[in-house]
């Protein structure tokens, strides 16, 4: 007698009907080993359904948040120089359209455009040191997460000033990124002081 | 209710709170994702890639996808779902940038069925870490995480022929290895 081959009892559990599925079922209900090899294919599956799950050896989630944390900088310094170039355009702009009417608050857009590009040259000293290729002790790395965390706040809250009042968005650009170059600048001593104690 | 869809309550209870955190870039959300799926993510690619190694760097860069991806996820699904294609998808790959000789199946062609295999009987961790790494992947994807043979096939590449005949080889060398063939 021909029994089922393994691929024909492996079928059998597919749902749907698939060509000869009828023909092995038939064999199956008349064929004791068959069946037997069928229930033991069922207990081999639930045998590695009930596996104990495998746990990894150490947290990577340090490792991921740093190698996100790099690659959010790196977007953020590409944003910023787009950002800065369109400020520059907008300003120019704006005093061509300005200056036709009455004259421009030169104060606030100078000063926006300073604070983006301190915050650029400050983002660009920061990848000078590759952080996220950096062993920090735990006080350290806790206060520079803080930080990134902080920024990222403040990165949010710039991507909203769209909706504000426009009479107040300027004055709110300044404040955020004012902020942000203060948060820079406390990221960079994190990362300058920890690299002049190993002497780096 | 899928078991994927269980597998979302029961690994994260308030998934609604953490999936608007993480969509919002808040560290936080992305942390409450890794802490709630890492045990199932890494127990998927350590039984599809052959290294504890390989397996943890699939961890990290399926996470990785996840923090950059997070918007496109519609919450129309399981997001258990959502994540283990990711992994899926991370660990196949890893294995066809790894090319392993499948030596089992090369031996076993060649040399045919080993004395020792006849008295030799495996627990089902040995069994199945002995199977080539196609083999296995097919396997848990198929049994285990319910994947059909048409996903699977697309994963990898493959026809769903392919898919099929994997698991039936797979199934005929674990019946082999945990001695349950019947006596002649």
């Given amino acids: 007698m021909t029994h089922l081959s393994m691929e024909q009892l492996v079928a059998l559990r597919e749902p749907g009907v698939e060509p000869g599925t009828q023909a092995a079922r038939a064999h199956l209900d008349g064929c004791d080993a068959c069946r037997t090899e069928f229930d033991r294919l069922h207990q081999r599956i639930a045998r590695l359904r009930a596996l104990p799950s495998l746990r990894p050896t150490r947290d990577r989630w340090p490792e991921v948040r740093a190698r996100f944390a790099s690659e959010r900088r790196a977007r953020r310094l590409r944003w910023v120089a787009v950002a800065g170039l369109a400020a520059a355009a907008s300003v120019a702009i704006v005093a061509g359209v300005r200056s036709m009417h009455r004259p421009l608050p030169a104060a606030v857009p100078a000063e926006l455009s300073e604070a983006m590009a301190r915050s650029q040259a400050l983002e660009a000293a920061i990848d000078q040191y590759h952080p996220e290729s950096r062993v920090l002790d735990g006080r350290t790395a806790r206060i520079a997460q803080e930080l990134e965390d902080r920024i990222a706040a403040v990165d949010r809250e710039l991507q909203n000033t769209d909706l504000a009042d426009p009479g107040r968005r300027q004055t709110q650009e300044l404040q955020l990124w004012r902020e942000r170059v203060g948060l820079l600048d406390a990221l960079v001593d994190v990362h300058l002081t920890r690299a002049s104690n190993v002497g780096l | ?184």
């Fill in chain 2, 1 to 184: 209710m899928s078991k994927a869809l269980v597998m979302d309550s029961y690994l994260l209870a308030d998934a609604k709170t953490v999936l608007a955190q993480a969509k919002a870039g808040d560290p936080a959300g992305f942390e409450a994702l890794y802490r709630a799926f890492e045990t199932p993510v890494y127990n998927l690619c350590r039984r599809i890639c052959r290294t504890a190694e390989d397996a943890e760097d699939v961890l990290q860069e399926t996470f990785l996808e996840i923090c950059r991806s997070i918007g496109q996820y519609r919450e129309d699904g399981s997001l258990w779902g959502w994540i283990r294609t990711i992994a899926a998808s991370k660990a196949l790959m890893r294995l066809r940038r790894n090319k392993y000789r499948d030596t089992d199946e090369l031996n076993d062609e060649v040399v045919g069925h080993r004395r020792e295999d006849t008295h030799l009987r495996m627990d089902l961790e040995a069994a199945l870490e002995r199977l080539s790494e196609t083999s296995r992947a097919v396997v848990w994807l198929h049994d285990v995480e319910g994947y059909t043979h048409e996903e699977i096939a697309a994963m990898m590449g493959k026809t769903p022929s392919f898919s099929k005949s994997q698991l039936a080889r797979a199934h005929a060398r674990l019946r082999r290895w945990l001695g349950e063939e019947v006596a002649a």
